[in-house]
C-alpha cells in the first residue's frame, strides 16, 4: 500500500463545482502540503501544514482552501472551479527535522483534474 | 528568496551515454538542495539530497550529483543512461531557517533512444 494516498486519480468536472481532493498518509508525518503542477512551471505550493492546529497558505492560495481532518489527512477544496484550475495536483509529507528545510518530502501519486 | 534553474526543458541521450542534468540555484543562506524524478502518472520520488558534508552525493539508480558552491550549481549526473532512465526530474531548494519550503525548478525531461 502507497504511503502517501490520494483520491480521486482523476476527475473532470464543470465551471462553478465544487470540489474535494484528499489525502491520506501513513507515514506518521506531522507536515503534509498540496502542490498543484503545470505544465512547464513545475510545482507551486498551494497550503502547507506544520500539524493539525497550523494550516498556512502558499504561494498560490487563491481559490483554494484546505482542511486537516487528523494528522493524517490534509484534503483540498475548490469552492468553485474554474477551468484554469485545470492542473495536475500532489500532496505531500514530511517529518519535523531539527534543521527545519533538510527533510524529503514525500508525494502521492497525484489527482488530474480537468474543469470543463 | 530561494529560486531554481534548470537548463534545457528536455534533454536526449543514447542508451550508455553519460546523463547530465543541469541546476543553478540561488539562495542568501546555505541551502539545502534536492533532486527528484518522476515517472508517468507517478509522484515524485526523490533520487537524491545535498544537506551538509560531502559535496559528492550518491543517489539511487546510480544517480550522483555535486554541490558546487562557487558555481552554485548541483548538476545531476549518471556514466551510463539506461531507457528506464527517461522521466521527468526535478531540482529543488530549501532553506534552513522557518519551515520547509521546497522550491522547484521547472523540470527536466529525460528522453533515452536505444
Known amino acids: 500500500d502507497a504511503d502517501v494516498t490520494q483520491t480521486p486519480r482523476n476527475r473532470i468536472t464543470k465551471t462553478g463545482k465544487r470540489i474535494m481532493l484528499e489525502c491520506s498518509q501513513t507515514k506518521g508525518h506531522d507536515r503534509m502540503y498540496w502542490y498543484r503542477q503545470d505544465p512547464g512551471l513545475g510545482l507551486r505550493l498551494i497550503y502547507y501544514s506544520f500539524d493539525v492546529k497550523d494550516i498556512n497558505k502558499g504561494e498560490i492560495s487563491d481559490g483554494y482552501s484546505v482542511s486537516r481532518q487528523a494528522q493524517a489527512k490534509f484534503s483540498l477544496s475548490l469552492e468553485s472551479a474554474i477551468p484554469n484550475q485545470t492542473a495536475l495536483y500532489f500532496c505531500?509529507?514530511?517529518?519535523?527535522?531539527?534543521?527545519?528545510?533538510?527533510?524529503?518530502?514525500?508525494f502521492g501519486d497525484g489527482t488530474r483534474l480537468s474543469i470543463l | 528568496a530561494q529560486s531554481v534553474t534548470q537548463l534545457g526543458s528536455h534533454v536526449s541521450v543514447s542508451e550508455g551515454a553519460l546523463v547530465l542534468l543541469r541546476c543553478n540555484y540561488s539562495s542568501s543562506v546555505p541551502p539545502y538542495l534536492f533532486w527528484y524524478v518522476q515517472y508517468p502518472n507517478q509522484g515524485l520520488q526523490l533520487l537524491l539530497k545535498?544537506?551538509?558534508?560531502?559535496?559528492l552525493v550518491k543517489g539511487i539508480n546510480g544517480f550522483e550529483a555535486e554541490f558546487k558552491k562557487s558555481e552554485t550549481s548541483f548538476h545531476l549526473t549518471k556514466p551510463s543512461a539506461h531507457m528506464s532512465d527517461a522521466a521527468e526530474y526535478f531540482c529543488?531548494?530549501?532553506?534552513?531557517?522557518?519551515?520547509?519550503?521546497?522550491?522547484f525548478g521547472t523540470g527536466t525531461r529525460l528522453l533515452v533512444s536505444p
Open positions: 505531500a509529507t514530511s517529518e519535523a527535522g531539527q534543521a527545519q528545510g533538510n527533510q524529503p518530502q514525500h
Open positions: 545535498y544537506t551538509t558534508g560531502a559535496t
Open positions: 529543488a531548494v530549501s532553506v534552513s531557517t522557518g519551515f520547509q519550503k521546497l522550491v
